[in-house]
T-cell receptor, first 109, second 115 residues
Framework: QKEVEQDPGPLSVPEGAIVSLNCTYS??????FMWYRQYSRKGPELLMY????GNKEDGRFTAQVDKSSKYISLFIRDSQPSDSATYLC?????????FGAGTTVTVRA | SAVISQKPSRDICQRGTSLTIQCQVD?????MFWYRQQPGQSLTLIAT?????????ESGFVIDKFPISRPNLTFSTLTVSNMSPEDSSIYLC????????????FGDGTRLSIL
């Protein structure tokens, strides 16, 4: 069993829809939770970063962490074609990052 | 966040040769890391580049194959030695910034193809 599970998709939504992404994990020692966005031929770009259960909002992006269920989510409101990318969840134990497989998202104009 | 530059951005190499990848950061950082992203897959940590001491390698990665240097707090190199087609991947450098040396930020990577 992988430490971090993420459905690779692909996920296709119309412009303006809400994109919902999620990951589950098995290691209760994970301390920090992140979402990265990766465009083709680019490195991962940090979108959201949190270390506690609950919600964190930044513009159109909302990250949720439920440590009791070992479940994290990312919601993208009013999605735009420019949001088309691969979204990677990542978690840290000590200083080591463990990544999910990444979900490829396409927002159709 | 820190600006991370990697060189080269891509290369095509012959089997059996070696390539050194450079990672330069625009500010001093404590922790630097090297990752591999194989085609269509997620990122796997190769090693932590330690300044002034030997790198710390993850299971499945060895110093003879992936020697790493970290001469100062802004620069590191990763060498991929005796390359084979299985080494064709994207190699990414990341740095940890902020309190508790988190979160990590990534460069754009080096796309390596082995013929």
């Amino acid at each position: 069993q992988k430490e971090v599970e993420q459905d690779p998709g692909p996920l296709s939504v119309p412009e303006g829809a809400i994109v919902s992404l999620n990951c589950t994990y098995s290691n209760s020692a994970f301390q920090y939770f992140m979402w990265y966005r990766q465009y083709s031929r680019k490195g991962p770009e940090l979108l959201m970063y949190t270390y506690s259960s609950g919600n964190k909002e930044d513009g159109r992006f909302t990250a949720q962490v439920d440590k009791s269920s070992k479940y994290i989510s990312l919601f993208i409101r009013d999605s735009q074609p420019s949001d088309s990318a691969t979204y990677l969840c990542a978690m840290i134990n000590d200083y080591k990052l463990s990544f999910g497989a990444g979900t490829t998202v396409t927002v159709r104009a | 966040s820190a600006v991370i530059s990697q060189k080269p951005s891509r290369d095509i190499c012959q089997r059996g040769t070696s390539l050194t990848i450079q990672c330069q950061v625009d500010s001093q950082v404590t922790m630097m890391f090297w990752y591999r992203q194989q085609p269509g897959q997620s990122l796997t940590l190769i090693a932590t580049a330690n300044q002034g001491s030997e790198a710390t390698y993850e299971s499945g990665f060895v110093i003879d194959k992936f020697p790493i240097s970290r001469p100062n707090l802004t620069f590191s190199t990763l060498t991929v030695s005796n390359m084979s087609p299985e080494d064709s991947s994207i190699y990414l450098c990341s740095v940890a910034t902020g309190a508790d040396d988190q979160p990590q930020h990534f460069g754009d990577g080096t796309r390596l193809s082995i013929l």
